[in-house]
C-alpha cells in the first residue's frame, strides 16, 4: 500500500504537501458478551466491528483523500491463563479481571478516494468491483479496569493478521493509470489494535464485592 502512495508523491515533485501514508486508522465495534464455560471463565464475544483508515493532502486548491473501509464479523474468546488449567474461584459478571483474547473472522473491505469531495469512479468498473472480503485472526489481552455504575472500562490491545485485502482499482483512483501494475492485493497485512471497551452489565455482582477475587485462579 506504501507503493500506491510514494507512486503518487514521486510523480508529482511540485506539490508541496505530500500525501501521507496510510499507517494510522480509527474504529468501533459492538459486541455481546456470552460466558460459555463458568468453572473456567470462558466467554464468548460475537462482535460486529468497522475501521477506517484514510489519508488527505490539498494541493493547489485541489483536494484528494484516500484510504479504505473495514466492515467485519468477529468470535473472540476470553480466559484467564491460569484459568486453562485451574478453576477459577470467583470472578465478575465479564469473567477475571486480567484476561487474554482470541479469535478470528472475516472482513469486508471497501476502497475509498475522493477529489475535492467528489468520490473517484474506475471507468468501466462498477462499485460493487470495490468489495472484496478475507479472513484474519486476532490475539492480545486486556483488563478490566474500573466500574462505574453499570458500566465497565476495559482497556485492551491486539495484533491482527489479514492473509490477503484486496482493494479494487485503489492504485488506479489515486494515481489516474496503473501503467507501474502495482497490485491492488496486498498479502500479510499486521495490524496493532488498541481500545478502550465500554461494557454495559444487568448483574449487580463485581470485583469490589470482595477485593480482587476477579484474579484469583
Do not use: C
Request: glycine share 10%; hydrophobic share 35%; no cysteine.
Amino acid at each position: 500500500m506504501d507503493r500506491v502512495v510514494q507512486l503518487y508523491n514521486s510523480s508529482r515533485p511540485w506539490q508541496s504537501s505530500p500525501l501521507v501514508p496510510i499507517t494510522h486508522g480509527f474504529g468501533g465495534s459492538a459486541a455481546w458478551n456470552w460466558r460459555i464455560q463458568k468453572s473456567h471463565e470462558i466467554h464468548l464475544l460475537p462482535e460486529l466491528t468497522y475501521a477506517g483508515f484514510f489519508s488527505k493532502t490539498t494541493n493547489f486548491g485541489k483536494s484528494i483523500s484516500a484510504g479504505f473501509h473495514q466492515v467485519g464479523f468477529n468470535l473472540t474468546l476470553r480466559i484467564h491463563p491460569k484459568a486453562i488449567f485451574k478453576t477459577v474461584q470467583g470472578a465478575g459478571p465479564l469473567g477475571t479481571r486480567f484476561f487474554l483474547i482470541a479469535g478470528g473472522g472475516y472482513n469486508a473491505f471497501f476502497s475509498r478516494s475522493k477529489v475535492n469531495g467528489n468520490r473517484i469512479e474506475i471507468e468501466n468498473e462498477s462499485s460493487r468491483s470495490q468489495l472484496s472480503l478475507s479472513p484474519d485472526v486476532r490475539v492480545g489481552f486486556g483488563y478490566h479496569f474500573a466500574r462505574i455504575g453499570r458500566f465497565v472500562i476495559t482497556p485492551e490491545f491486539s495484533g491482527s493478521w489479514i492473509p490477503n485485502a484486496a482493494l479494487d482499482g485503489f492504485t488506479e483512483s489515486i494515481n489516474g493509470h496503473n501503467v507501474t501494475s502495482i497490485s491492488n492485493i496486498f498479502s500479510n497485512v499486521f495490524v496493532i489494535n488498541f481500545g478502550i471497551r465500554i461494557s454495559l452489565i444487568g448483574s449487580q455482582r463485581n470485583w469490589w464485592d470482595r477485593p480482587r477475587e476477579g484474579d484469583k485462579t
